[in-house]
């Protein structure tokens, strides 16, 4: 879900509220960075890719910067990328099945 136009979950009693802002600029600089190389936007929302949470593995994988689930969405957002829908836990989000992220 959204709250103040942040992402925020509470699954199961368990808060998610971390967001990517809170980290430091080297990390915020690479997240962003990796987002913008691997992650091609598109207008509507690709119900084919991965999750946000599959994404941010992805990024981990690349570079060996783990990220909550929360702060994954939230660099999303930063980055101008838009969920189909807020309210689920995993975001979809509108990103081509050709970026470099889901091809590797």
Known sequence: ????GRPYSN?????????????PIEVRTKV??????????I???NYKSM????????????TK???TNNE?????????FTPADPDEL???FNISQRSPALND
């Open 1 to 4: 879900m959204l709250k103040n």
């Open 43 to 45: 207008k509507r929302p």
């Open 32 to 41: 962003y960075d990796w987002i913008a190389s691997n992650c091609i936007m």
């Open 90 to 92: 995993n975001w979809i």
């Open 11 to 23: 699954e199961n009693g368990y808060i998610d509220d971390a967001l990517i802002t809170n980290r």
């Open 51 to 62: 999750t946000s949470y599959g994404l941010k593995h992805i990024l981990e994988h690349d």
């Open 72 to 80: 994954f969405k939230d660099a999303m957002l930063m980055c101008g």
């Open 65 to 67: 910067i783990y990220l």
